[in-house]
């Protein structure tokens, strides 16, 4: 079971660090997805990081703002945003999966219940 936290509500040019932690099974051997839905829209890729802890951020837009980091002692795997626009507003989920990074949404199995990020002034 894959778990969110740390959205709420935030002013344009604020940050946020997102949590995603497993209960049940570690986490240290997954390859680990966050993606973003804004309402009315279809569920998109931000990144992935692997297991060893390299990453990419997919979308330009968040290129240089976004990051992602993971404490494999702790289960938890993280998203740094900087920067957060008002664009950025949506639900943040996070996904796990064993076998390679993917950008797309069939590419995890696992999902948490997601974590809504406002960004207003």
């Known amino acids: 079971q894959l778990v969110e936290s740390g959205g709420g509500l935030v002013q344009p040019g604020g940050s946020l660090n997102l949590s995603c932690t497993a209960s049940g099974s570690s986490l240290d051997r997954y390859y680990v997805g966050w993606f973003y839905q804004a309402p009315g829209k279809e569920r998109e890729v931000i990144s992935c990081?692997?297991?060893?802890?390299?990453?990419?951020i997919y979308p330009d837009s968040m290129k240089g703002r976004f990051t992602n980091s993971r404490d494999n002692a702790k289960n938890t795997v993280f998203l740094h945003m900087t920067n957060l626009k008002p664009e950025d507003t949506a639900i943040y989920y996070c996904?796990?999966?064993?076998?390679?990074?993917?950008?797309?949404?069939?590419?995890?199995?696992?999902w948490g219940q997601g974590t809504q990020v406002t960004v207003s002034s």
């Open positions: 996904a796990a999966g064993r076998y390679a990074c993917s950008q797309t949404v069939g590419g995890y199995p696992y």
């Open positions: 990081i692997s297991s060893s802890g390299g990453f990419a």
